[in-house]
C-alpha cells in the first residue's frame, strides 16, 4: 500500500506523527550541551618531572635525555619537544593523526616506568598524560573579605570552596589562582651548628623520619584483634621546635636551640591582580563531556546560595 496515498485519505494519523516527531525534536535540541569547542583527545602526551634545585643543563643530561631516547623507540612518532626550567622539565610527544590516545599514553607511560630506575632519585615521579580540549578553565570567580587576611582567603578557597563546588555535578577541578601556600620556616644557625658538629642535611634527614605516622601492625588485647599505629607528626609549630636532634656523640639537641622555627608562608608562585588590586581567585573546569553552559550555570546558583547564607550569619552575628 502507498503510504503517502493512506496519510492523504487519513490525515490525523500523519499530523500527529509529524507534531510528535517535532515536540520530540525540540526537546532533544533544548537538552543539547552547549560547548565553545567539542571535546577532541589529540594524539599527543605530556611527561612532566620535578627535581629541586636542578639547573635546565643539569635536567637535560640527567632526565629529559634518558625519557627522550626510551620515548624515541616508540612507533607513529611525528615529533618530541622538551621545555626546561629551573627545578621542572616537560617532554611533549606528538603522534601521527590516526594513532588511538589511550594507546599513545600507554606507551609512553610504560616507556617513562622502565627508564626511571635510571633517572635520579630525588626526581619526583614523572606525571603522564594526554592532551584534551577540556581542560581549560570555564569561570573564574575572586574572593575579598574584610575580616580575612590573604592566608585567610587562601586556605577558605581551598578547603571550603573547592570541598563545596566539586560536589557541584558537572565540574571536575577546583583550582586556586594566587595567594599564598602556609609554611613552617626552620632559621638554623651556623654557629652553633658548626659548634654541635652537626648539619643541615642531618636536621632534614631527621625531621623526614619524625613527621610521620606509620602503621603498627595488629595486636590482641583482651581476646580481640586491634590495630596498632604509631603516631609521630607534630600538628603545630611548637611541636615541631621541640623535636629532638641526635648529635655523632650520642646527646640530642632540641631544634629551637639551633634556629628558630617560624609558621609563615611559602615563596609566591603565582599571582592574581583584578585591574590593579591583588586578589585571591579561583578557576572552575568543567569534565569531559559536560556542558560548558549547564556547569557554569551551576558554580553560579552554587555560590549565589553560599553568599547569601554568608549574608544571613552576618545578620545574625555582626
Not at 602526551?45 to 626510551?70: C, F, M, N, Y
Not at 603545630?236 to 631544634?255: M, Q, T
Not at 549547564?294 to 555582626?318: K, L, N
Amino acid at each position: 500500500m502507498n503510504v503517502s496515498a493512506w496519510s492523504i485519505r487519513h490525515p490525523v494519523p500523519a499530523i500527529l506523527l509529524f507534531a510528535l516527531l517535532t515536540i520530540i525534536g525540540l526537546m532533544g535540541f533544548r537538552a543539547l550541551g552547549i560547548q565553545n569547542f567539542p571535546d577532541i583527545e589529540l594524539p599527543t602526551v605530556i611527561v612532566s618531572a620535578a627535581l629541586e634545585g636542578a639547573d635546565p643543563a643539569q635536567l637535560e643530561t640527567e632526565v629529559a635525555r634518558k625519557i627522550e631516547d626510551k620515548v624515541a623507540t616508540l612507533g607513529g612518532i611525528e615529533h618530541i619537544r622538551t621545555t626546561l626550567t629551573d627545578g621542572s622539565a616537560t617532554i611533549q610527544v606528538e603522534f601521527d593523526i590516526d594513532k588511538d590516545t589511550e594507546v599513545a599514553l600507554n606507551e609512553v607511560r610504560n616507556a617513562v616506568d622502565s627508564v626511571r630506575a635510571e633517572l635520579p632519585q630525588d626526581l619526583t615521579d614523572p606525571v603522564v598524560s594526554k592532551v584534551t580540549t577540556s581542560g581549560g578553565a570555564i569561570v573564574t570567580y575572586t574572593v575579598a573579605s574584610e575580616r580575612m587576611d590573604e592566608e585567610a582567603l587562601s586556605w577558605f578557597v581551598d578547603n571550603e570552596i573547592s570541598k563545596a563546588l566539586l560536589a557541584v555535578e558537572g565540574v571536575g577541578k577546583v583550582a586556586r589562582v594566587g595567594g599564598v601556600n602556609r609554611e613552617v620556616h626552620v632559621d638554623l644557625d651556623s654557629a652553633r651548628m658548626q659548634a654541635l658538629g652537626v648539619t643541615a642535611g642531618d636536621i632534614s634527614a631527621q625531621l623526614k623520619r619524625v613527621q610521620q605516622d606509620a602503621s603498627g601492625g595488629r595486636g590482641d588485647i583482651g581476646g580481640a584483634v586491634q590495630s596498632v599505629r604509631s603516631l609521630g607528626a607534630v600538628d603545630s609549630v611548637a611541636g615541631i621546635a621541640d623535636l629532638d636532634i641526635p648529635l655523632a656523640d650520642g646527646r640530642r639537641v632540641r631544634l629551637k636551640d639551633l634556629g628558630s622555627v617560624t609558621d609563615g608562608i611559602a615563596e609566591r608562585a603565582a599571582f592574581a591582580v583584578l585591574g590593579e588590586t591583588p586578589v585571591v581567585a579561583f578557576e572552575v573546569t568543567r569534565i569531559k563531556g559536560a556542558s560548558e553552559v549547564a556547569v557554569a550555570q551551576a558554580v553560579t546558583d552554587d555560590i549565589d546560595v553560599g553568599r547569601g547564607i554568608v549574608e544571613v550569619i552576618r545578620a545574625i552575628f555582626p
